[in-house]
């Protein structure tokens, strides 16, 4: 088991977790882009946006709900944040393990 998410899932690297469920595990990211910055990670080992299959559907929906719910809790909902998903090589995925980033605190740049 190589894989970064994976081994923060089953409590071999430690990392500041913010939610846990059966499905989904939310984390502050190690090295911030934003004052908030979060991941929510599905526990199932999924490559990419690109390898998710129509079953994975609800648990992206779960995701989403879990992120909002975050960001009403670290203050930024009424503010603005923003979800984002990187996929592949040059969207700058570094991490070959599905994961939303919830970014928010300041006025975020614009984005490509
Ligand atoms: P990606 O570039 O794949 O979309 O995002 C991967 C994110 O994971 C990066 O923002 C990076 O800072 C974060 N990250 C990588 N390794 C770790 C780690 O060991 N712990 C935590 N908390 N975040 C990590
Ligand atoms: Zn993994």
């Not at 996929?87 to 570094?94: F, I, L």
């Not at 970014?103 to 490509?112: A, D, E, V």
């Given at each position: 088991?190589?894989?970064?998410?994976?081994?923060?899932?089953?409590?071999?690297?430690?990392?500041?977790?913010?939610?846990?469920?059966?499905?989904?595990?939310?984390?502050?990211?190690?090295?911030?882009?934003?004052?908030?910055?979060?991941?929510?990670?599905?526990?199932?080992?999924?490559?990419?946006?690109?390898?998710?299959?129509?079953?994975?559907?609800?648990?992206?929906?779960?995701?989403?709900?879990?992120?909002?719910?975050?960001?009403?809790?670290?203050?930024?909902?009424?503010?603005?944040?923003?979800?984002?998903?990187n996929?592949?090589?040059?969207?700058?995925?570094?991490v070959?393990?599905?994961?939303?980033?919830?970014?928010?605190?300041?006025?975020?740049?614009?984005?490509?």
């Open positions: 088991m190589d894989c970064i998410f994976c081994q923060i899932i089953a409590g071999k690297i430690p990392s500041e977790i913010l939610y846990r469920d059966e499905e989904v595990i939310a984390f502050r990211d190690i090295n911030p882009a934003a004052p908030v910055h979060l991941l929510i990670v599905p526990k199932k080992h999924i490559l990419s946006l690109a390898h998710l299959s129509q079953t994975d559907l609800p648990l992206v929906e779960h995701m989403i709900n879990v992120a909002n719910q975050l960001a009403r809790e670290e203050g930024v909902s009424e503010n603005g944040y923003r979800l984002v998903i996929c592949g090589r040059e969207a700058g995925q570094e070959p393990h599905l994961h939303l980033h919830l970014l928010g605190g300041q006025r975020l740049s614009r984005m490509g």
